[in-house]
Each structure stands twice: as C-alpha cells, then as structure tokens.
C-alpha cells in the first residue's frame, strides 16, 4: 500500500498538467486517487504520519495536514489510539426496495434504532396529499435515528396508515418486517433523492459538523393493489453512503 501511494505521489509531482503547487494538496490527491482506484481497501489503515514522512521525504506537519483534510472530506477516519483508516461507505443500489435493517445485515453490520417519537395522530395536510388520504385519517408516525454498529448513519421520519399499522409500537427494528408480519410488505416504490447540507440539529445526532454533506431521501412505498403504505424522509450522511443505480440503453 505505502508503494501504492508513494508511485501515485511521485507520478503527480511528475505530471505538468497537476495544478497542485503544494505538497500537503499532491499528497491528498494522491491519496484520493488510490482510495477510488481501490489500492487501498475501506476500511484498512493508512500508514502512520512518521512512515509517510520518511516514505515520501515530506514533514510530518505536511502529512498531518493532508490527512486532516481528508478526515474532514469523510474519506479518512481516525480512531483514538489505533490510526488513521480508510473510511468504509455502504452502498446502496437504487434498483431493489429493501430496509435500513435488512441493507446493514446483508453486510455483516448490526442494525439498530433510537426512538424519538412512535405514536399515532391526525394525518397533516402534507402527509394526506403524499399517500393520498382523507382529513382526519389516523397515521403511525416513527421517528428515529437508524445505527450501523454504534455509528448514526441516518435520522428517519415515517408515516404509515393507522388502518396498516394500528399500533407503532410494533415496529421494533424493522418497519417492513412488521409490515411483512401485517401481510402489507411494500412491493414497489418511488424514491427523490437531493444532495443537503446537514442543519445543526441533523448533524448533531449523526455525529458530524455542521454542515457537512448529506443526502435527503423521500420515499413512498406501495401495495399491490396501489395504496400508499409509507410516506418516509431520511437524512443519510453523505460521507458513508453512496446510492447506485444501474443504467440501461433502450
């Protein structure tokens, strides 16, 4: 790996075509580059900032600078007393309807949620036009923050008919395991997806500074038979997730 990124390093000093005139920015694209190119896996540990130093003949302030601009971008992770890592994104295909929970144990991560709201009230005017119900029909409402492991990944507000779902407290983990065991497991789907800056409210339960990227998902989840089943907005962080959708030619 530490071949890797010196051979990426040096080709870039190299190219007249860089606009990098300094070395903490070379250092960074360097290590940008062999991250995208997988030379380095997620998840494996960068070498130490003394191993870069020596390694690439550049002072450890340098290093530091590079890395800690990584860090912020949400490419790089450190971890008190273990080093720097290369940061592990989940990836998300747009082309199968499946939950938080069954994404995250399809990858070996434990799935949890902290609620703050799971309750049933009057339908809002927004939610009535989002699922196409009456005024004054009952809705279940969640309110969560989703885990992966220990770490907020993203905050969910859910809405689902009172007449599918009498009681929210029925939802342990799982929205579409409880509506799978209700018999009105969503079959299709229609999915906005928008690039956000997280508000200071938002970043402070997913663990990230203000402002930091994120990515504003709104879902309505249907039956068979065309009824609206879940009217959901989430809050993803833009430095663990990437959403993949496979492209066609007609």
């Known amino acids: 790996m530490e071949t890797a990124l010196a051979r990426e390093y040096r080709r870039i000093c190299r190219d007249p075509t860089s606009h990098q005139p300094l070395a903490y920015l070379r250092l960074r694209s360097a290590i940008r580059n062999v991250v995208e190119h997988r030379a380095i896996e997620p ?8 191993d870069l130093s020596q390694a690439l003949k550049l002072s450890r302030v340098t290093v530091r ?5 990584l860090v912020e971008e949400g490419l790089l992770t450190q971890r008190h007393g ?11 295909p747009m082309s199968r309807l499946s939950s938080f929970t069954e994404d995250l144990r399809d990858r070996g991560l434990h799935p949890r949620s902290e609620f703050f709201e799971r309750s049933v ?3 809002t005017p927004e939610e009535a036009m989002a699922m196409n119900l009456s005024p004054g ?14 770490e907020p990944l993203a905050i969910e507000r859910s809405v ?14 799982s929205l579409y395991e409880a509506l799978e065991t209700l018999g009105c497991r969503p079959k299709r789907a229609l999915q906005r997806l928008r690039a956000v800056s997280l508000g200071p409210q938002h970043a402070r339960l997913l663990h990230v500074a203000a ?9 309505r989840s249907f039956l068979d038979d065309g009824r609206v089943v879940e009217f959901t907005c989430s809050w993803y962080r833009g430095d663990i997730y990437d959403f993949v959708a496979e492209l066609h030619a007609d």
């Open 82 to 92: 273990a080093g720097t890592f290369i940061a592990e994104r989940i990836v998300k």
């Open 65 to 69: 600078k590079a890395i800690a601009g």
């Open 137 to 150: 029909s009952l809705v279940a409402r969640l309110h969560r923050v989703r885990y992966g492991q220990d």
């Open 121 to 123: 009230g009057e339908v």
């Open 43 to 50: 998840g494996q540990a960068l070498p130490s900032e003394r």
């Open 211 to 219: 402002g930091s990227a994120g990515l504003n998902i709104e879902r």
């Open 160 to 173: 689902v008919p009172a007449s599918v779902l009498p009681d929210p407290m029925l939802v342990r983990d």
